[in-house]
């Protein structure tokens, strides 16, 4: 229910700059997701943003009132973290209506809202169990629950995912996106090191490194006109192709980046050509690893099934309307 602006954010541990500066702003009901590598700083400005550390310099904004020195409980934030932080002797029901308590909210209004938040996270038959009769998920979907029934203007998730299985992980995003959906009014920043958990739960990216934002936008804009080689390989999997040398020479640039659906395997009119090394089967899709000369082998993705013996001669294409070309600064060539 609100926009949040950050101008100018920066955050020091004693002497050491963490946040370098930080300019964004994030629209109400919009689902942002701060993506970068470990230590990039995506926590701190999570922590700064629900106020549980305080601004070294710069402005927080929700709509137009600024939060720098307003108290975590007075800013209508919510948060999860990666462990559930439950009470182990207390049951679902009582965990969820915890913070609601301290809040000194009504108990018919508490249940209403207890049971309509276990029932959008299908934990409605589980309130009278204790944590440790839930499963990873079922506990994560709790620690969910609780911060809902608290009916938050900002709903902040710090990398809630990562303690669960691959399966799991792939339910609960289901879910986390289907909250998203049912809560529109609630603005939603969600840290994540997963770039497939950011493509696909983000209405826009905001891609963190070194404490400073490096590029914000739509998924789609992130994956087709990435500003720098930092996005370009950080975000799409596998990872984007780059060659150097002559092969990006060829094209006027320092580095050539290339995705691996971008590539077409040709009989004629080949630009590169080398043997199959390795192959990766996924069913839907295969990988073929293919040495054309480059510091890397070249991976060259293909729908559907393929029986590509290794060291199989190969000639390829890039498509080049898909291709990027950076300096050697690693921005994009214009
Ligand atoms: P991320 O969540 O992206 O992995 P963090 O925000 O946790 O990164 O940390 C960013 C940097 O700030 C790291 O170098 C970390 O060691 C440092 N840092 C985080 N919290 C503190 C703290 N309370 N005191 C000192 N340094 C910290
Ligand atoms: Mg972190």
Not at 40 to 55: D, Q
Not at 127 to 142: A, E, F, I, W
Not at 297 to 315: A, D, M, N, Q, W
Request: glycine share 8%.
């Amino acid at each position: 229910m609100v926009d949040i602006v950050l101008k100018a954010v920066r955050k020091s541990f004693g002497s050491v700059e963490v946040i370098k500066g930080i300019d964004l702003e994030i629209r109400q009901g919009e689902f942002m997701v701060f993506v970068g590598p470990s230590g990039c700083g995506k926590s701190t400005l999570l922590r700064l943003i629900a106020g549980l550390e305080a601004i070294t310099s710069g402005d927080l904004l929700f709509d137009a009132d600024r939060m720098n020195n307003v108290i975590p409980s007075k800013r209508g934030v919510a948060m999860v973290f990666q462990s559930y932080a439950l009470y182990p002797h207390m049951n679902v029901y009582d965990n969820m209506a915890f913070g609601m308590k301290l809040a000194k909210s009504s108990k018919a209004e508490m249940d209403t809202r207890i049971r309509k938040a276990a029932e959008m996270l299908q934990i409605d038959h589980l309130l009278d169990r204790l944590p440790k009769q839930l499963s990873g998920g079922q506990r994560q979907r709790v620690a969910i629950g609780r911060a809902i029934v608290r009916d938050p203007r900002v709903f902040l998730f710090d990398e809630p995912l990562s303690n669960l299985d691959a399966a799991l992980r792939v339910a609960t995003r289901l879910e986390i996106a289907k909250l998203h959906h049912d809560m529109k009014d609630v603005t939603m920043i969600y840290v994540t090191h997963d770039q497939v958990e950011a493509m696909t739960l983000a209405d826009r990216i905001c891609v963190l490194r070194d404490g400073r934002v490096e590029q914000v936008g739509t998924p789609a804009e992130l994956y087709d006109s990435p500003n720098s080689i930092f996005v370009a390989g950080f975000i799409g999997s596998p990872k984007m192709n780059f060659l150097k040398g002559a092969f990006a020479e060829a094209y006027d640039c320092d580095t050539l980046g290339i995705r691996s659906e971008h590539i077409d395997i040709v009989d004629e009119g080949a630009v590169w050509s080398g043997e199959v090394v390795h192959v990766e089967d996924l069913g839907s899709d295969h990988f073929l690893f293919v040495n054309v000369g480059a510091e890397e082998p070249l991976i060259v993705r293909r729908k559907g099934k393929h029986e590509v013996p290794l060291g199989t001669k190969l000639g390829v294409a890039p498509q080049p309307e898909h291709l990027h070309r950076f300096d050697s600064a690693g921005k994009p060539v214009s």
